[in-house]
């Protein structure tokens, strides 16, 4: 083969790359929406609303990985883990709100760092919980929310290696602890 038909077929490879990355990217904006609509409807006590956005940002990463099949690079790119932790911290806002207890990164389908990421920005969701509890004049909810601040941030501070392991750790357990203190004068 000589170069230029070489060169052709790379090309080629790298237009079909392209396309790809282009698909991925659309997939991930919408599912990082859903999932912070959801959210949004977590705080507002619409909780059915909420599990059908999950559900369909659910379906957009089953999709997501049938396109990756051939492109395997394209799954750990930083949209996907942004999507990733996104969801992850939507669904494990909802498991603690419903039913008081963590989801693992298995229930819902997301990779280990994207879940650990997303259980760290739980603790900002959960402030904001704690104020409205504490508008509310729901003194021991407030309360409760604190103390699964506290134990998320101590859990994720006593991880071994956790902050080599898992980029950004450090900066959002830095944060979490603000938030954190914050919440507690309040």
């Not at 994207?114 to 900002?124: F, H, N, P, R, S």
């Not at 994720?156 to 902050?163: P, Q, T, V």
């Amino acid at each position: 083969m000589n170069l230029k038909s070489l060169l052709d077929e790379l090309q080629k490879e790298l237009r079909e790359r392209e396309k790809v990355k282009e698909e991925v990217q659309k997939i991930m904006r919408k599912a990082t929406q859903l999932s912070k609509r959801a959210i949004v409807l977590i705080h507002q006590k619409r909780m059915e609303e909420s599990r059908k956005l999950l559900e369909e940002a659910k379906s957009l990463f089953r999709n997501l990985r049938e396109i990756c099949g051939e492109h395997p690079a394209m799954f750990y790119t930083g949209i996907v883990n942004a999507a990733f932790q996104e969801y992850a911290e939507a669904n494990i806002l909802m498991g603690l709100i419903e039913n008081e207890r963590f989801v693992s990164p298995a229930e819902i389908d997301v990779p280990a760092v994207d879940y650990i990421l997303g259980l760290a920005d739980v603790i900002g969701e959960l402030r904001r919980q704690a104020l409205d509890a504490l508008r509310s004049g729901n003194l021991s909810y407030a309360e409760k929310c604190l103390q699964i601040m506290e134990t998320i941030y101590l859990e994720l501070m006593a991880m071994d290696e956790g902050f080599l392991l898992v980029p950004g750790l450090r900066r959002k357990c830095d944060v979490a602890r603000r938030i954190i203190e914050t919440t507690r004068r309040e």
